[in-house]
């Protein structure tokens, strides 16, 4: 006997205030990349590695930023597109990682051009220069109470999306297979994507902070060097961040399980019911802080998918296939000959 359940829609949550983020960010963007164009221009004018560093920087945070509010954009324009078999979560990890790259390539130019300031020291006007890095922190605030007043509204809307598939198939043999495809987007409230732009404009602020300090000890001290410094100090946070953009943005598009602790709780969550025993486990992210999962389990009494499903509701999902067999030989906890109809790339 073999029945099938047709297609069901499910439930959608999209927050109500995406526009009113995305509008911030690009708000924000511009900002900031004008003040970039500034301090770069005013840096090179200056002699000032400390405000050519600063400008630098503030370049990662403006790729970050237009990064962020282009996951905004595309989400909107692409949510439906027949194409994206997981949506566009893993738009901002594809730019991400060539952004990485940019940035590794500006933090080895300007740690290497202050090595060379440090060995042959250069005049700075600290009269043009230091008001410019002040401007930099100012736009930084702005920035922050930007992002902060575009991105108050946390509620969600429902919508009708229909991806939910729920497939029952019952075959005369020794091992009965059910297929559940689950999508569950019912995710907590809290907008990862717009806090992540926040943190960037607050790492800017600090960098700017230190080429402030580091000019002000050379006008006042005479320390030529401490503008060379901080230039160094400035093209290795860049080095650092842009690192930790290519490891992140990498392991999302590489299918990199997002947490062992993750895969492991869930295999014994689904092992925890009857004599379940997982086959297959799959756990991967699909990119704003959503994950998937495609297991496989063998059982002697199995339940219908529905009732495995539910007990990995608390795991918070967006996507779920599960598929049972049933075995009717007492050695359950062995691996069935058969292979898994559900493969995905972890």
Known sequence: MHTRTLPAPCTVRRPVGAQRKERGLRLVVGLTA?????????????????LLADGWHMATHVAALGLAALAYAAARRYADHHALAFGTGKVRALAGFASAVALALVAVATV????????????????RSLPV?????????ASVALLHAHGDDEHARDERDGQDHDHDDDHDHDHDRDHDHD????????????RAAAAHVVADAFTSVLAIVALVVGRELGWVWADAVSGVVGGCL????GQALARAAGAELLDVVPSTALARDLRATLEAVDDVRV???????????RRCCVVSLVSAVPREPAAYRATLRRFRLDHVTIEVERCHHAAADAAPAHPTSASTPS
């Open 34 to 50: 004008a003040t970039m164009v500034i301090e770069i221009v005013v840096g090179y004018a200056t002699g000032s590695m400390a």
């Open 183 to 194: 999508h569950d987007h019912d995710h907590h409230g809290h907008d990862h994507n717009h």
């Open 133 to 141: 890095a002040v401007i930099g922190l100012v736009v930084n605030l």
């Open 279 to 289: 086959r297959d486990l799959h756990v991967w992210s699909i990119g704003g802080g």
């Open 112 to 127: 290497g051009e202050s090595i060379a300031r440090l060995a042959a020291p250069h005049a700075i006007d600290y009269a």
């Open 238 to 241: 860049i080095l650092v961040w």
